[in-house]
């Protein structure tokens, strides 16, 4: 086949580690101000949202990963079809292409 320089799949898998190593730190860090009796200066619904998100994008990354190295990676979850490169390089823990995405959000 075609030697190219870096496959784009390499790029993507790194910027998902390191999405997941950033999540990670935020959770442990948001989690620590929790604990603390000020909550690290947030106010509790600011905090759980944080934390909310913060382990919906961990769990996102982590589970793209796990999708690249059972080799499903870049498929669509719902249609099977495959998700375009664009997009995903736009949004690297993508699960569907761009109209099963449009219904499960509308
Ligand atoms: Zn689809």
Do not use: N, W
């Not at 030697?3 to 784009?8: A, G, I, L, N, R």
């Not at 934390?51 to 190295?69: P, T, V, Y």
């Not at 699960?95 to 499960?104: A, E, S, T």
């Amino acid at each position: 086949m075609t030697s190219t320089v870096q496959d784009p799949i390499d790029l993507l898998r790194s910027s998902l580690e390191e999405q997941f190593k950033l999540y990670t730190e935020q959770l442990t860090e948001l989690t620590a101000c929790s604990r603390q009796p000020g909550r690290g200066g947030y106010d509790r619904d600011t905090l759980t949202a944080l934390i909310g998100s913060a382990r919906q994008a961990l769990a996102d990354s982590a589970r793209a990963l796990r999708r690249m190295a059972e080799g499903s990676y870049g498929t669509c979850e719902r249609c099977t079809a495959d998700i375009p490169l664009e997009r995903l390089e736009i949004l690297p823990h993508a699960r569907f292409c761009v109209p099963c995405q449009r219904q499960q959000t509308g």
